[in-house]
């Protein structure tokens, strides 16, 4: 598959987006977000108080495992933002392997590459696969997110 | 553990709360979840929750049923199919559909669903893990 780093995106850490994309020429096998991030202990307990996780047990040594779709959540953030998904997007499907349990501290990498981009009726359809590797390098996450949007946003 | 056999069960009440610390926790501010004015506008009429706010009592389900095999051979193939709202109760539920054994271990195939107070479905599709022999 192509690969072609863009570098008109920018990265907003706070989730708010500026300037607008032309999804209609976005093209397949574009990377549209490659982010760096720490799995630090406030973002995961942040993550585990918004979704009331009850499988992880703050008292054994599992809790420096982190939930796994708080790897999907945090990888997401970077796509979200780089995309610069408008208001009014949703996200119709999800598929997630989970191959290595992450540590809190763990240092990964996560790189989305478009894989579909298609109209139908007045909705654009945009699949993403989503890459995530620790910082040695390995596999931690796997995964594909689709979106839907509408096409009068999505071509301005 | 056989064919047929349920995961555990997760409960949960989804509140404006809930969503807009996870809003703070992913980073998606998508005006649909959090702003008011914006989603009465919307096709839904209201704020929804976030699909992957609630897609996370699927691997909680999952967690709780398989333990640390979920976090290094999970797999979920999950649709959106219509949205969570605040005040909602969502439950999520799954049965085992099939168990195939492999030399890395047996795989676990699971369906999963979360469904609303009414019956409706919100999430629909399959799971699976890898547990060892």
């Given amino acids: ?156 | 553990m056989q064919d047929g056999n349920p995961i555990i069960e997760v409960i949960k009440e989804i509140t404006s709360d809930q969503v807009l610390l996870y809003a703070e926790a992913s980073g998606d501010f998508n005006p649909i979840h959090i702003n008011k004015e914006f989603a009465e506008k919307s096709q839904f009429g209201r704020n929804i929750a976030h699909g992957m706010m609630v897609a996370a009592t699927i691997s909680e389900s999952m967690s709780l049923t398989f333990g640390e095999s979920w976090h290094h051979s999970g797999k979920v193939k999950i649709r959106f199919r219509s949205p969570a709202y605040p005040g909602d109760t969502i439950t999520t539920s799954g049965q085992i559909q099939k168990m195939v054994l492999s030399e890395e271990g047996t795989e676990v195939k699971c369906s999963v669903l979360v469904t609303n107070q009414a019956g409706e479905t919100i999430i629909s599709g399959s799971s699976s893990v890898i547990i060892s022999n």
């Fill in chain 1, 1 to 156: 598959m192509a690969s072609k780093k863009t570098d008109i995106f920018s990265y907003i850490p706070d989730g708010k987006h500026s300037g607008s994309i032309n999804y209609a020429e976005l093209e397949i096998g574009t990377v549209v977000s490659q982010q760096k991030y720490i799995l630090d202990r406030k973002s995961v307990q942040k993550y585990i108080s918004a979704v009331k996780d009850t499988s992880v047990k703050p008292e054994t040594s599992a809790s420096n495992i982190a939930p796994p779709m708080s790897i999907a959540a945090l990888s997401l953030r970077g796509v979200v933002n780089d995309l610069k998904i408008p208001g009014g997007t949703l996200h119709i499907g999800q598929e997630l392997s989970f191959l290595k349990p992450v540590r809190v501290g763990m240092h990964l990498e996560c790189v989305a590459i478009l894989s579909s981009n298609s109209v139908r009726g007045e909705y654009r359809f945009m699949v993403v696969d989503l890459n995530v590797k620790d910082d040695l390098n390995d596999h931690v996450m796997k995964g594909k997110s689709t979106i839907m949007l509408p096409v009068d946003i999505s071509v301005q």
